[in-house]
């Protein structure tokens, strides 16, 4: 694995023009969690854009300027040491949503590339909420043949465990 | 049974035998292209094709229909009355964008990792050409007299504009960055560019073959359609959610319009009023009317809606 994003880099060095392709078939995660929590609560925990580190195993360590002004940028360290930079592309409190865009890719974070993410909560049943969390997203690999640990399936399976495990972490904050 | 009386007397008496217009979207996350009649709103079949196709073209008559499926690296054709995919033609490594002269005759399907346009004869269905151009083409569009392509290199951020009697470029532009689709206005005389990481429409003079104008539009646009009579274009732009309506003689925008979450093909339905747009998120067709401005129905197609191309026929 080492090898060859050595390789990679190498290639996207030699010939930055190349390194912008990417898959031709985008990517999607959809996921919601229940919670037996009020709505503003819910948003309460996650509406600092750079709380995501107090709410999601994966990623232990958040950086950003104070604040959620459009176009902050937030740099996120996940589990295993890989940092990504992520931009604040849309903020609306009343609706209790944001999205935001990954700056660069970093196959090495993971193999992704071109995330936008919305996150956003809403009312549930009995004074619940209900958190959504979409995102979409290509494959980082450049060409037309990934290695299985930068496919399409390993792109998808390595953002569902960080949508999986921030979700879970969060019904278990805002149930307590 | 009043479609089925029109069908028989379609085949008597007219060459076209589908009456409304139909619009194919292909569903990149289920491997189908789904039928919309657009008199009723409702999917009427799904065809079976290649892995996630992308691109699709519908010949101007209805009878063909072509979808390239970057995955399984080919093209389905399908027979637009049957509705089945009757060939499966193998081509290169990442085939995408598509389209299709004015006579119908030639097929032209840009390879996003080969950098090159496969031309193909509709007719026997092979490989005639194949035009080298720049890196990672993506949308293509044929000018209505038929003698030049243009093609959008998404990673040169430049348009090729091909001459279709030598094959070769007659002149390259520097677009913005990434330009993705392409269209050209009913009169063939200006083209418009999509470039997905500037956010802007770069305009062309097609005479003169000069960027004439560069509409800053929502964030990542993605497609084009030109609504020729109001003089208008409708831009998908995938990461903003929304539609931007610009005019294109004072180049401002109109109106920025909710549409749909990644909103990425569109076309302008024949009828000259409403405008079909494909939102890959939810895999839903969104129909505007043109004139009002106001999204109008909202169709669900499949999964993974993309249909990027001239999908709707006849027109």
Known sequence: MNRIMTLLLAVALLAPAVASAHGPSRQKVVKEVQINAPAAKVWGLIQDFCSISSWNPEVPECTAPAGNALDTVRTIKLKNGGALQERLAKYQPEAMTMQYTLVEPNPEALPINTLGTTLSVREGEGGGSIVEWKTAFYRSFPGPTPPPELSDEAAVAAVTRIVDAGLARLKELAEQ | ???????????????????????????????????????????????????????????????????????????????????????????????????????????????????????????????????????????????????????????????????????????????????????????????????????DVSVIDLGRLEVIRTLPVGSFPYAIAHDPVRNRIFVTNQHDNTLSILDTGVGTTLATLEIGDYPEGIAMHPDGRHVYVACWFDGEVAVVDAETLQVVRRIKAGEGSRAFGDFIAPR
């Open chain 2, 1 to 199: 049974m009043i479609r089925g009386l029109l069908a028989a007397a379609g085949l008597l008496f007219v060459p076209v035998l589908n009456a409304a217009p139909f619009a194919w979207i292909t569903n990149q996350g289920e491997d189908s292209v789904s039928v919309i009649d657009t008199a009723t709103a409702q999917v009427v079949a799904r065809v079976g094709v290649g892995h996630r196709p992308a691109g699709v073209v519908a010949s101007r008559d209805g009878r063909r229909v072509y979808v390239t499926n970057p995955e399984s690296r080919d093209l389905s054709v399908i027979d637009g009355e049957a509705r089945k995919v009757i060939a499966t033609l193998p081509l290169g490594s990442g085939p995408l964008g598509i389209a299709i002269s004015p006579d119908d005759r030639s097929i032209y399907v840009s390879d996003w990792y080969e950098h090159r346009v496969d031309v193909l004869d509709a007719g026997t269905l092979r490989v005639v050409k194949a035009i080298e151009v720049g890196h990672s083409p993506a949308g293509l569009a044929a000018t209505p007299d038929g003698r030049r392509l243009l093609v959008a290199n998404r990673d040169d951020n430049t348009l090729s504009i091909v001459d279709l009697g030598t094959g070769a470029a007659q002149a390259t532009l520097s677009t913005g960055k990434a330009p993705f689709g392409v269209t050209i206005s009913a009169a063939g005389d200006v083209a418009f560019v999509a470039n997905v990481q500037s956010s």
